[in-house]
T-cell receptor, first 111, second 113 residues
């Protein structure tokens, strides 16, 4: 079964606007990671946030983590056409040595 | 470029056949992971190898098997293929264990006719 569930499933916004995607998970985690997948390509790691961190930044990306609510959000500021992709959250649990991916959010940036 | 190489990029075969997908991990990475991505099931973890040994198993069918060789490249073998096996198969690698970021290849697109 999926550990992470992204919301929304799909999102269309105008170029220059901010895009927010959410991820909820079910069990305690060691860390949570966000990945991007361009159409037909492999996933690319964007950012990792550990369970004892609340917020992390990387360029135009901002990730928050609320372990009490078992949720995370990915904010992309000042979106660009090149940000059009699917975005996946993945959770790493302490109990086993693998990460579990959600089904992703499809982001479409309109010109 | 992630540094992970997968071959072939595309594979078309018939039901009942057997295929082998190959993956070369990023230089220095000891762990290799295999995933299946289809439209209705999302990205499904199949199996992980670490330095030649099986480390974790996911939703891998008995018809599928994998191994990691001493030079750390890995192969995923799919046999008795069914129409439902049509999917993108990804290999990923990481330095050591599963808690670290993974680096993905561009996948092998398998089409079963």
């Amino acid at each position: 079964s999926q550990q992470g569930e992204e919301d929304p499933q799909a999102l269309s916004i105008q170029e220059g606007e901010n895009a927010t995607m959410n991820c909820s998970y079910k069990t305690s985690i060691n860390n949570l990671q966000w990945y991007r997948q361009n159409s037909g390509r492999g996933l690319v790691h964007l950012i990792l946030i550990r369970s004892n961190e609340r917020e992390k930044h990387s360029g135009r990306l901002r990730v928050t983590l609320d372990t009490s609510k078992k949720s995370s959000s990915l904010l992309i500021t000042a979106s660009r056409a090149a940000d059009t992709a699917s975005y996946f959250c993945a959770t790493a649990q302490n109990r086993d040595d693998k990460i579990i991916f959600g089904k992703g959010t499809r982001l479409h940036i309109l010109p | 470029d992630s540094g992970v190489t997968q071959t072939p990029k595309h594979l078309i075969t018939a039901t009942g056949q057997r295929v082998t997908l190959r993956c070369s991990p990023r230089s220095g990475d000891l762990s290799v992971y295999w995933y299946q991505q289809s439209l209705d099931q999302g990205l499904q973890f199949l199996i992980q190898y670490y330095n030649g040994e099986e480390r974790a198993k996911g939703n891998i069918l008995e018809r599928f098997s994998a191994q990691q060789f001493p030079d750390l490249h890995s192969e995923l073998n799919l046999s008795s293929l069914e129409l439902g096996d049509s999917a993108l198969y990804f290999c990923a690698s990481s330095r050591t264990g599963g808690l670290q970021p993974q680096h993905f290849g561009d996948g092998t697109r398998l089409s079963i006719l």
